[in-house]
């Protein structure tokens, strides 16, 4: 069964979750040969999903890095979505929902992110 953890993100802040996949007996799984993959959405259903930024830190250990960049929250609508992770390896034949819960996306006060433009010797603020 899936640990289920909510969450709150600043919108057009990185936001990153350390998870470390364990089997039942508590401990930790090798994913050596799984792939990873992290979702959010709005509803179960949803036609549309955005992927968090997936990263093996240590498959031995089953150490995987979840990342949300601020450039990804800053063009989400602020509100309450739902994700989760799931683990899959074809050559064992096993799918497994790692974590799963809600996320709070929290607006900000402050304008979005701007970009810097580079123009001939000048940067320009893009808002």
Excluded: C
Aim: hydrophobic share 35%.
């Amino acid at each position: 069964m899936a640990q289920i953890v909510n969450i709150y993100v600043d919108q057009g802040s990185d936001y990153t979750l350390d998870v470390t996949v364990q089997g039942d007996d508590g401990a930790n799984t090798n994913i050596s040969t799984y792939t990873v993959d992290a979702r959010l959405q709005k509803n179960y259903g949803s036609n549309k999903a955005w992927a968090f930024e997936s990263t093996v830190m240590n498959a031995a250990q089953g150490a995987v890095r979840l990342k949300l960049p601020g450039s990804l929250t800053d063009d989400i609508d602020p509100g309450r979505y739902i994700y989760d992770m799931q683990i899959t390896s074809a050559s064992e034949n096993v799918y497994r929902r790692v974590i799963e819960g809600t996320i709070t996306l929290r607006p900000t006060a402050n304008r979005k992110s701007a970009t810097l433009l580079e123009t001939g010797s000048k940067l320009l603020l893009e808002a």
